[in-house]
């Protein structure tokens, strides 16, 4: 080894971690191409480059000196500010993930995840669990290795090890205690819920066409209302909606129906949640750890402040329904479709399902629930793969109170698992409480936003994030940088107040 | 050192070159983004995001265990097949231009450039050749050393050391033949044909608006007809047209002024050759520098045969003017301007002018035959970036009869030598030899090629093309494929043949 200084270390991460993330970047960008524009022909191709640039990612990041600068530079850690020191934890944890397992492992897993999606494509359509179920277990036995390998250098369990990949530094204790609270409330409080629609006017359902571009008109004029700058990013179509880029450029995606216009607006708006969060992100730190989005709590609590808390408010409603009576007034279906009424009944509808990515934020956090528990036991060995649906249907019928017809519409719905992504559900409640929790603190601190919000105007929330959330990067984790902005750790307090001000007025 | 055994070399190089050829695809996929889609404020990320790949790409070709890899391979050459040892000697051509340079000269001609091009903007736009002059005699002094140090390599001078870099082996021994033939043919040429045209009634010009969506829809139908598969690819717009891409996913650009039609249609119809030649290359040899395109005067031949020799041809205007008229007639000044016989004046109309880009089958030669001597006299040492502008103005006079009333619209018109190409204006002229002695002989080949190109039917000259062309990919150099295909090298005598057939006939 080189005699290098103490403090060359740091600065020779910083390079290191800089170099893998502008090959994130261009694979972020290859990925959208390949989303959004990329002709069908061009998969194979596309295919190898990105293989490419993952392989030569992880070089980099397995780089065996780079365990021993990051052991260098914690022994000069006082040396460092606090961002810098911020920015070590955050370039550890990065190393871990992608270091800790054997090389192996890591192709294992990753031949072995690409085939279980594709044979979970298939499965789902034909709606056959036993065909999955082999190669699901395989997947599931190699996670709970590479789960072991990762618990032991971050000193956690394996479950733990997983979610940190997810959201860094959350743990079961925390989740548990979240979810113990949520299970006690939400299957009596949904009963109500409904029972009080029922006694409300019915809902008057728009009816179509909606034209896409008229669609594709309307949701770029409210990007722009929420703050998006499209001298710093874009708007296009996809199959999936998602959000992906930089600070300085980030792609948005929604998908448009003819037939109906509520999932292609909520999934811009979401969406651009998300693309506010990355574009908040600290100028100072881009290209490093710390200079990065959190993690999916974080993230999706960004999508759905935005979504959910903002523009499913009655102040939002208020601003947005006549502009959806101009855009599509014609194409409805005549009297009371284009009320505030009608539209509040409309965005704040809560109706069970089956499926987890068309639920309200009532019955959401029930699915998550339901996989928290059963990833749990998958990964501790107390649930056997052959056992999955069974305790999927079990699960649904206790907490939501419906049995799925077949596994396709159950335990074979998402391509989370299929996809190795075990630790990942979690997330999308977490952030559900976050975002309730911030929108209390910002309320608190600018008592005039949903009177702005009501004219179109979400500088109050907005800026309240910027200052509060964005900036800050990966510099706290989650509960730290909560406590920071709200006063107090994650907490469901928030999210039931809301539930019940917004679902079970007066 | 290991002990490899010599076949493993060839295999590992192969390896390496596919890696490298990766990360030139998605460099191309991060341009193309630039040029089409990305929003202004993503510029900086993007530049950081390529100067990355670049650097990656840079150390892959300057690893020390790179030559010697190739030595073990030419060594055990017997073993390799035709293909593999052509794919070894194109190996051996990217590794000297990649290699051959110290990192203190690549990294200073690089950063010169990149200031050079940026004072060229504003010192063109300000018509200040003494602004621009010093930054470009220290980037000549940085190109003369570096065609030194590849000229050692390639056992060649520097200049043809430049050529090879566009045109692999191509020397100055050719270029002075052909060039000396066209300058004793074209001046006594040219005012013949404008005498013709004089005496030919007047061009009736199309007037505008040509609506930029009925121009798009013609383009891409052309496209189609030309055989341009759009599962296989895209058209879109840029500032300045383009094609790139891989054979499997090939993105043309051009762009399109309400006020004009031809010059959109023609950037569609030029880039749509690039694209065919992109699409034929080897599928076998994907990745690999065989597999590539040869050079740059093959890439011109193929987008200048389509162009200029098929869709300039009285046999395409018979096809395309009722479509021009269909699409454009009511917005056209009436009566005489959508004749064939106006449209083929508009096509084939000679026009002696100041700008190169914008210059005529005839008079073209003329401005990049200047180039060449210019560049040559500046890389020998024999002419002074000071005196440029008067050996400009001279050149401009003698050949064409022209003088520029300032350097922006003179020696300051393009982009090449501030961008440090130098060697690269050849290729232009070199590629509409090349196509004119493509066209000759598949037009033997395919007698029934005008009838079907009038008819809208290109697959005789395209299957032409993609068998005698296309699919060899870098496995001949420019003469030896001209020689395959054609009967003969490169010459002038297809180009001066087909200009008095065209420009002069009986």
Redesign the interface.
């Known amino acids: 080894m080189t005699d290098t200084p103490l403090s060359a270390a740091y600065s020779d991460l910083e390079q290191r971690f ?2 893998a993330q ?2 994130d ?2 694979l972020e ?2 990925e959208w ?1 390949h989303a959004t ?10 295919a ?2 990105m ?3 993952r ?2 990612r992880h070089e980099l990041m397995t780089d065996p000196a780079l365990g021993e600068l990051l052991q260098r530079a914690q022994s000069d850690i006082a040396t460092l500010d606090d961002w810098q020191q911020a920015n070590l934890a955050a370039m550890r944890r990065a190393w871990v993930h992608a270091a800790a397992l054997p090389a192996r492992l890591v192709e294992a897993l990753s031949h072995c995840a690409a085939e279980c999606e594709m044979i979970w494509r298939n499965a789902r359509e034909a709606n056959d669990f036993p065909a999955l179920a082999p190669k699901l277990a395989e997947l599931l036995q190699l996670t709970r290795e590479a789960a072991a390998a990762k618990a032991e250098h971050l000193n956690t369990t394996p479950y733990n090890a997983l979610l940190d990949a997810f959201d860094p530094g959350m743990t079961t204790d925390t989740i548990d205690r979240l979810f113990t609270e949520l299970e006690s409330f939400l299957p009596t409080f949904l009963p109500q819920v409904i029972e009080r629609q029922r006694s409300q006017p019915k809902l008057v359902m728009p009816a179509g066409p909606f034209p896409v571009e008229a669609q594709r008109a309307l949701a770029s004029r409210l990007m722009t209302s929420l703050g998006f ?6 708007l296009d179509v996809s199959h999936h909606p998602f959000s992906s ?5 980030v792609r948005v995606t929604t998908r448009y129906s003819e037939d109906e216009f509520l999932q292609g607006l909520m999934a811009v708006l979401h969406e651009t949640g998300h693309a506010l969060y990355t574009r908040g992100l600290p100028p100072d730190w ?2 490093q750890p710390v200079g990065e989005a959190l993690g999916m709590t974080l993230h999706e609590s960004q999508s759905l402040i935005i979504e959910m808390q903002a523009c499913r408010s009655d102040a939002f409603i208020h601003y947005v329904t006549p502009q959806l009576a101009e855009t599509f007034g014609k194409a409805g279906n005549g009297t009371g479709a284009w009320t505030t009424a009608n539209i509040k009944r409309l965005f704040q509808q809560v109706k069970p399902g089956l499926i987890r990515v068309y639920a309200d934020e009532v019955t959401y956090p029930l699915h998550v629930i339901l996989r928290y528990r059963l990833e749990r036991a998958l990964i501790a060995g107390d649930l056997a793969i052959a056992e999955l649906p069974g305790a999927w249907n079990e699960g649904m019928s206790r907490l939501l109170g419906i049995s799925p017809p077949d596994d396709a519409d159950g335990c074979m719905q998402d391509v989370h698992w299929p996809a190795g992504l075990f630790g990942y559900f979690p997330t999308y409640t977490l952030g559900a409480l976050a975002a309730s929790q911030f929108m209390a603190a910002a309320q608190a601190a600018r008592p005039d936003m949903p009177d702005a919000i009501a004219k179109g105007d979400f500088t109050p929330l907005t800026d309240w994030l910027r200052t509060n959330v964005h900036r800050y990067g990966s510099k706290y984790g989650t509960n730290a940088l909560l406590e920071k902005a709200t006063g107090s750790p994650l907490s469901s307090d928030a999210y039931i107040q809301h539930l019940k001000r917004r679902y079970l007025p007066d």
Do not use: C, N
Not at 37 to 46: C, K, L, S
Not at 229 to 234: E, K, M
Not at 245 to 249: A, H, L, T
């Open positions: 800089a170099r502008h090959i970047d261009a960008l290859l191409d524009m990329m002709p069908d022909g061009g998969a194979p191709a596309r190898q480059q293989s490419t640039l392989l030569i700058d499209f001298t710093h990013g874009r880029g930089v600070p300085g450029d881009q290209g």
